[in-house]
């Protein structure tokens, strides 16, 4: 395959989702949708995960079936708290937290030299995130989008000049989202995947990420406690912050009693994940390892998500990036 057919392939992952290209389209989407975060600060350095969002160009409503649109942007989303990572130090027998702008983010790539799969660092200095990122007008929705479509096609057309050969990467979109074109149904109890990189661990050889399982824990579609997100059951660890949630594949679903199948599994983009919650009445035993990190232990393994519409929402409405001044509040925790 050309690295010309890769572009067209990477752009246009989204509109074929409901052809019947093989019987690996599902971990394909999986896999190529994810991405590894490494954010540099003058503390030091910590890992986190994120994906690829596309912008689409209208549907033509004029022809009914799967049908080519147009990729007009491409995003990496991820969470807030890795792209502004917290400083916490003590002040007065409390804890004060302050968000700080790292001197560089990174994403990665995948390319094949010499039959071997090696990453693609692509870095992103403080100004360029500036420039680039949006994030919700709420400061307390842990989610924000990154511009990074210029950036791969320009990838893409060098690649062309210096013989690289980037492995496809996919994106995701609204058509994704449960309800409309996707007729995946959602409600609480049912189970969903994450995939990331918990701990920075993934499979190093085909530099693939780690699905981890979980079950919606709170009622689906709700706000919990008045945010835009929902909870999951699973113990999250380290790492996983900015990982897609989706439904766990499948080749069928019922919608008002009538059976809908497909010859590849489909599933649902439900959100990003943030961290865990806890139940903020009860003691807590805290530890300060580093100034990145704040492990709180007796968690109750539960997993925020935040709903993957408000992706759109950000892109379309978002807020640029700015670091909160020093708070002496508790906050949530996000890992």
Known sequence: ??????????????????????????????????????TSTNSGISSASGFFFHSLGPRDVSKSGPQWQIVTNTWLVTNRHVILPRLRTSFDGQIISQEILPSKLTFHLRKLEQGRLKWVPI????????????????????????????????LVRHANKDGMEYIPWGGISTKD???????????????????GYPRHFYDNVNLFPVIKSGTIASRWGESFRGKPCFLIDGQM????????????????????????????????????LSGEWWDESANRDVEISTALALR???????????????????????????????????????R
């Open 123 to 154: 870095n992103l200095s403080t100004e360029e995130l500036l420039h680039r990122t949006k994030c919700h007008s709420d400061p307390d929705v842990d989610v924000c989008v990154i511009e990074i479509g210029d950036i791969l096609t320009g």
């Open 177 to 195: 989202l449960p309800g409309g074109e996707n007729k995946i149904n959602v409600e609480s109890a049912e189970d969903v995947i994450i995939i």
């Open 296 to 334: 709180i232990r007796g968690a109750v393994n539960t997993g925020i998500v935040w709903y993957g519409n408000l992706v759109d929402q950000i892109i379309a409405r978002g807020s640029a990036l700015a670091p909160l001044g020093p708070q002496n509040r508790t906050i949530q925790q996000s």
């Open 237 to 272: 660890f380290p790492g996983s912050s900015g990982s897609i949630v989706v439904t766990r594949p499948t080749n069928w679903t019922i919608i008002d009693g009538q059976i809908f199948t497909s010859k590849d599994k489909q599933f649902a983009f439900l959100g990003i």
């Open 1 to 38: 395959m050309t690295i010309f057919r890769h572009l067209f392939v990477a752009a246009l992952m989204v509109s074929i989702l409901t052809t019947h290209s093989s019987s690996s389209a599902v971990d394909d989407r999986l896999h190529q949708v994810t991405t590894l975060i490494i």
